[in-house]
């Protein structure tokens, strides 16, 4: 084998044009491939990293009606036979061997009445929280203070706003201290907080705006105590969930919402409990993305066929240039076996370089992609092995017929041609 392996680099690099012609369809095939692969791969860590965001572990449960988010906006709107979440149910919920932690909260998407002196705020989101929320939500204080015990015994308006809203807001001043109006009720500013794992989602589209538009608006927090001083008392809650690990999220979520729904009024047959199932969208997604990016794989692998049908074409050139010597190596003793693999390993030899010199330009090229386009690039170190394993067996598929004609020549024949 190794006597085979040295006679193939001999040919190889006495026809070092030739070869590389032949391996060029291999190359090209390859290299498509690769980029392609390291495409997708990029581009879905880059829609799981930002569905699931900090990293955090967290699921939001919220009600839903067909299938619907079921968003409240005023008291008309407060669906009957829904309790806030009590206590005990919170209790139920951490509990639960996936759970880490818990947190309620009310919530206003937009902020229609929300003013900083004369101009409207209707970027961000409002919401009412409890005192577990920011440890379960995985934040920490950036300024100012965090809500104390004091604040809600006794109703304070004080607000905290997260870096988003505070950098939107109050770019060029500190907002603590600062007084928000919300529905012509002063608040006072008293705090930033910010994820304590740093995370903005790649906004490279349209489509990516709205997908995570949510995510980059901004919050204003309130204490959940003082939310029925501009809103409703009795709006039902939201939960976050902190699953004990991301395998554990879907886990954590189906089973507090089904927790939640066991509340609900058996009359109240519309509005239900879901849980956000962040891994689900982000299989969608990479699902979506993939089917497209499959078609490509797929064109970029005519290429390989092509490059195949080259190794062939090369490879029965080859038998015919040495006849002479495959006649002389049968006269002597060599068998069919061994003719038969000394032109296998040729071919294997010849498109293996192919596949190794495409896998390190299939690497370059989505480099390229990524310094120019921006598309999240992610190099896969067993496509690139099985790349490499996948042109060898191209060259032993496709050099099979020609590594056939010569181990069944004729060793009289095959000596008296020159």
């Known amino acids: 084998m ?6 193939s ?17 291999i190359i090209i095939g390859i290299a498509s491939i690769i980029s392609i692969v390291s495409t997708i791969k990029g581009t879905n860590e880059e829609i799981k990293n930002n569905l699931i965001g900090s990293g955090n ?13 079921y968003w409240i906006y005023s008291s008309s709107d407060i669906p009957f036979g829904i309790p806030q979440v009590s206590d005990e149910v919170c209790d139920e919920i951490r509990a639960l061997d996936s759970v880490e932690n818990v947190t309620r909260y009310n919530y206003r998407m937009g902020g229609d009445s929300v003013y900083y002196q004369n101009e409207s705020l209707s970027g961000v989101s409002m919401r009412g929280i409890d005192t577990n929320y920011f440890a379960t939500a995985g934040y920490t ?10 604040d809600y015994k006794k109703f304070r308006k004080v607000l905290i706003l997260d870096k988003t809203a505070a950098d939107n807001l109050f770019p060029d001043t500190s907002p ?7 529905s012509k009720t002063p608040f006072t500013v008293v705090g930033v907080v910010e994820l304590a794992r740093h995370f903005e989602p790649v906004i490279s589209s349209v489509e990516d705006y709205y997908l995570y538009a949510n995510e980059s608006s901004g919050y204003i927090y309130m204490p959940k105590a003082s939310w029925p001083i501009v809103y409703n008392y009795d709006e039902p809650d939201s939960v976050i969930v902190r699953a004990v690990s991301t395998d554990d999220m879907e886990d954590a979520g189906q089973k507090t919402a089904d927790i939640l729904n066991k509340t609900i009024s058996s009359s109240q047959t519309e509005v239900k409990y879901r849980a956000d199932n962040i891994l689900e969208q982000a299989q969608q997604l990479q699902d979506l993305s993939a089917a497209t990016n499959n078609q490509l794989i797929w064109i970029a692998s005519i290429s ?11 490879m029965l050139v080859s038998v015919t240039e ?3 010597e495959i006649g002389l190596k ?20 010849l498109t293996s370089i192919g596949g190794i010199i495409g896998v390190a330009t299939g690497i370059g090229m989505a480099q390229v992609i990524n310094r120019i386009s921006g598309v999240a690039v992610s190099i896969s170190v067993p496509a690139s092995a099985v790349a490499v394993l996948f042109s060898m067996l191209i060259g032993i598929v496709f050099g099979l017929l020609p590594s056939i004609k010569a181990a069944n020549l004729d060793p009289i024949e095959a000596l008296r041609r020159e």
Request: hydrophobic letters at 45%; proline letters at 0%.
């Open 2 to 7: 190794l006597e085979n392996i040295r006679l």
């Open 9 to 25: 680099f001999q040919g190889i690099w006495s026809h070092k044009m030739r070869s590389f012609l032949t391996m060029l369809g």
């Open 57 to 69: 572990n967290t699921v939001e449960i919220g009600l839903v009606q067909n299938g619907q988010t």
């Open 141 to 150: 204080i950036r300024k100012g203070r965090n809500f104390i015990e004091d």
């Open 176 to 182: 603590i201290g600062k007084t928000i109006e919300i």
């Open 304 to 314: 390989l066929l092509v490059g195949g049908i080259g190794v062939m074409n090369i």
């Open 322 to 324: 040495r006849t002479s």
């Open 330 to 349: 049968k006269a002597i003793g060599a068998k069919k076996g061994f003719i038969l693999g000394q032109f296998l390993t040729e071919a294997a030899v």
